[in-house]
């Protein structure tokens, strides 16, 4: 396991390049990102460990980050601010761009994974916007009404967005259709509406039908699966859903966190792995059981497929908010970050069974 210290700043969130394996992207937030500075961490990996490769300071908190899909050094921060800024590494102390159109605090930054001409942003202030790092001012505006904390784009579709709020809602927004009344929304979820099928053995009702609804905080799309979206929040739970049944509800209900769950993210390896990130200042790995169709589960908590925790990482010291897979070399590098002031990179194939 590799540490570094981000001396002075909480992390919020952590993010591999997509270009190069060894390099790695934190933003992080000053007084846990109450009030104070932001600071955008560029990383290496190396030999002799973590060693920070440059640093960008803001005028406010920092709460997500992405790298950009068509230019290896440039990255995007969200900002408490309302502001969207992007740097080039290969650059000093100011942002090239910056944008400055939200209402409140951005929470989520998340670049087209397949056109990767355009990004998108979600904010307190009930609404996703899309950009150009071509344009000055946004493309579409897309409501929510509601506080958004998770916005990304699909990665199988570059027209499909979705979002998950304090509503308790996952949202599916379709770029294709006419932007009519419904402003593109073509899905929207209730989280924690029970699954149609009510009974299980011994009459026991599925998990999740008792759990009244509270606010989403992440939510992610499988690498794989171009249907299947994992979200979790408040209540300590992971549920996937298959859209092509959004009236089903959740297809796996995966309880085990102690406390809210701030990050969830599927595997670029296996299609049944997904990694979460919690309050409870763990990293657990799970698996939705799609894999091995296991069937038949003792645990009356589990249904749908079978899913299970699979390993825990416990070695932060406060909450963890940030964690990424690495999509290069060996299946199971991962990094996170958290309040403690400390990112960490590890194998997450170490953790299984503990």
């Known amino acids: 396991m590799l540490e570094f210290r981000t001396q002075g700043f909480n992390g919020y969130a ?19 990102g109450l009030v104070g500075n932001g600071r955008l961490y560029i990383l290496g990996l190396t030999p002799k460990g973590i060693v920070a490769e440059k640093w960008f300071d803001t005028q406010d908190s920092l709460y997500d980050l992405s790298w950009s899909e068509s230019h290896e050094s440039q990255v995007l921060v969200a900002a408490g601010d309302g502001s969207v800024k992007l740097f080039d590494i290969g650059l000093d102390e100011f942002p090239v761009q910056s944008w400055q159109e939200h209402n409140r605090e951005v929470f989520a930054i998340h670049w087209n994974l397949v056109a990767k001409d355009t ?14 790092p071509h344009r000055s001012e946004s493309l579409v505006t897309l409501p ?66 008792l759990i009244p609804p509270s606010e989403a905080l992440t939510h992610d799309w499988n690498k794989y699966r171009d249907t299947v979206i994992a979200a979790a929040g408040v209540d300590r739970m992971i549920r996937t859903f298959d859209i092509r049944a959004p009236n089903q509800g959740p297809t796996v209900v995966l309880p085990g966190h102690d406390y809210a769950v701030r990050k969830v993210t599927w595997s670029p390896h296996l299609s ?4 979460s990130a919690s309050y409870d ?11 091995h169709a296991m069937e038949n589960t003792q645990d009356p908590l589990m249904y749908g497929g079978g899913g ?5 990482m416990a070695r932060h010291t406060e909450f963890v908010i940030g964690v990424d897979w690495c999509m290069f070399g060996a299946e199971g590098w991962c990094a996170s970050c958290g309040w403690d002031e400390r990112l960490l990179v590890w194998d997450a194939r170490a953790t299984m069974g503990s």
């Open 14 to 32: 952590v993010k591999y390049s997509p270009f190069f394996d060894s390099r790695i992207a934190v933003a992080a937030s000053a007084n846990f």
């Open 119 to 132: 990004f998108c942003s979600s904010s307190w202030d009930g609404c996703i916007k899309i950009w150009s």
């Open 281 to 291: 200042m763990t990293c657990r790995v799970w698996t939705d059981g799609s894999a």
């Open 308 to 312: 299970k925790e699979l390993g825990r």
């Open 272 to 275: 049944d792995v997904l990694l």
């Open 144 to 209: 929510t009404h509601s506080c958004t904390y998770s916005a990304s784009y699909s990665p199988h579709s570059p027209s499909l967005l979705s979002s998950v709020s304090s509503d308790s809602h996952l949202r599916i927004f379709d770029l294709r259709t006419p932007p009519s009344a419904s402003n593109h929304l073509t899905l929207s979820i209730p989280l924690h509406a029970p699954p149609q099928t009510q009974t299980r053995p011994g009459g026991l009702p599925p998990s999740g039908s």
